[in-house]
């Protein structure tokens, strides 16, 4: 079946560490994106690539890193200069964005 | 820079009732388009609805549909008959167009989201 998955579903990680969450589809969409879930705030766009090896920051790129040598894959590296970064992250990829999105499942991420 | 509100945190409903989740943005754009997702426990996003601003009819997909006043700026989520399972937080979210791609090339934009419970 075609969808997206993220990997890991939960992932700790020590203060002063860059991660790296997954984010693969096999549903042959252009366009990828991550955002950011918090409680209180919803869901904040972080980067999106529409093409291979082209990606563009979002609203909150700081501390955050992206590349797309696939169309497949999409991951996103959450670096030690990142202030804030537990989270809940959500990747998200579509053929026509005026359609909407298909969603991943999600990676829990904790400072610890 | 687009913007979605919903002034709503939370909401709850009897089950077999209807209810209505509220939304605002702001634009300058003309042409757009407007989703409501469902994010129940398992927090996996579900899209319920979709409209096209330039469409008079009001969107409907079986028990959701929604209000849409496009002068006033507003897309309410009307659920009839609330079961159980919508027990969820909803997101209201306003499509941009990122470039000159056509509607393909574009962003999501969510509001804060509300939490929808439904009591038995």
């Known amino acids: 079946d075609g969808g997206i998955t993220q990997s890991p579903k939960y992932l700790f990680r020590k203060e002063g560490q860059n991660v790296t969450l997954s984010c693969e589809q096999n549903?042959?969409?252009?366009?990828m994106y991550w955002y950011r879930q918090d409680p209180g705030q919803g869901l904040r766009l972080i980067y999106y690539?529409?093409?291979?090896?082209?990606?563009q920051k979002g609203d909150i790129a700081e501390g955050y890193s992206v590349s797309r040598e696939k169309k497949e894959s999409f991951p996103l590296t959450v670096t030690s200069a990142q202030k804030n970064p537990t989270a809940f992250y959500l990747c998200?990829?579509?053929?026509?964005?005026?359609?909407?999105?298909?969603f991943g499942s999600g990676t829990r991420l904790t400072v610890v | 820079a687009q913007t979605v509100t919903q002034s709503q945190p939370e909401m709850s409903v009897q089950e077999a009732e209807t209810v209505t989740l509220s939304c605002t943005y702001d634009?300058?754009?003309?042409?757009?388009?407007l989703f409501w997702y469902k994010q129940p426990p398992s927090r996996q996003m579900i899209l319920v609805i979709r409209?096209?601003?330039?469409?008079?009819q009001n969107a409907t997909e079986n028990r959701f549909s929604v209000n849409f006043q496009k002068a006033a700026k507003s897309f309410s989520l009307k659920i009839s008959d609330s079961q159980l399972g919508d027990t969820a937080m909803y997101f209201c979210?306003?499509?941009?167009?990122?470039?000159?791609?056509?509607?393909?090339?574009?962003?999501?934009?969510f509001g804060q989201g509300t939490i929808l419970t439904v009591h038995p």
């Open positions: 998200a990829s579509t053929l026509d964005s005026s359609d909407g999105y298909t």
């Open positions: 549903l042959n969409h252009d366009a």
């Open positions: 690539s529409q093409i291979v090896n082209d990606f």
């Open positions: 634009t300058s754009e003309s042409n757009y388009y």
């Open positions: 409209q096209e601003a330039y469409k008079q």
């Open positions: 979210a306003f499509h941009s167009i990122l470039g000159a791609g056509g509607t393909s090339y574009g962003k999501l934009t």
